[in-house]
């Protein structure tokens, strides 16, 4: 497993931007899937966004496809999701995953690191 640090939640009204980081631990960041899912209160953990391990390929969830970008810097060990016009249902912890998969899936048994999570709040 590795460690999974998000940063850059916060509070921002709609149609706002925010830029989500994740930094992991270890040496072996190029080889692992990379996943970003959220959980609304009351509702379960669902898939956001995930990118494959050189970047090549990356697949959205339909509420966020067209709005948010994931991307990552495997010289930094971080994958990032950046978020644009954001709407107050973006509203949401929003966790990091990392998964020794070939092949993406949205599902979170994928993924056997996460992290703790960051709070993104939107605002109408």
């Known amino acids: 497993q590795v460690q999974l640090v998000e940063s850059g939640g916060g509070l921002v009204q709609a149609g706002g931007s925010l830029r989500l980081s994740c930094a992991a631990s270890g040496r072996t960041f190029s080889s692992l899937v990379m996943a970003w899912f959220r959980q609304a209160p009351g509702k379960e953990r669902e898939f956001v966004a995930v990118?494959?391990?050189?970047?090549?390929?990356?697949y959205y969830a339909d509420s966020v496809k067209g709005r948010f970008t994931i991307s990552r810097d495997n010289a930094k060990n971080t994958v990032y999701l950046q978020m644009n016009s954001l709407k107050p249902e973006d509203t949401a912890v929003y966790y990091c995953?990392?998964?020794?998969?070939?092949?993406?899936?949205?599902?979170?048994?994928?993924?056997?690191?996460w992290g703790r999570g960051t709070q993104v709040t939107v605002s109408s």
């Open positions: 995953a990392a998964g020794r998969l070939s092949i993406p899936t949205v599902r979170t048994s994928g993924y056997d690191s």
């Open positions: 990118i494959t391990r050189n970047g090549g390929s990356k």
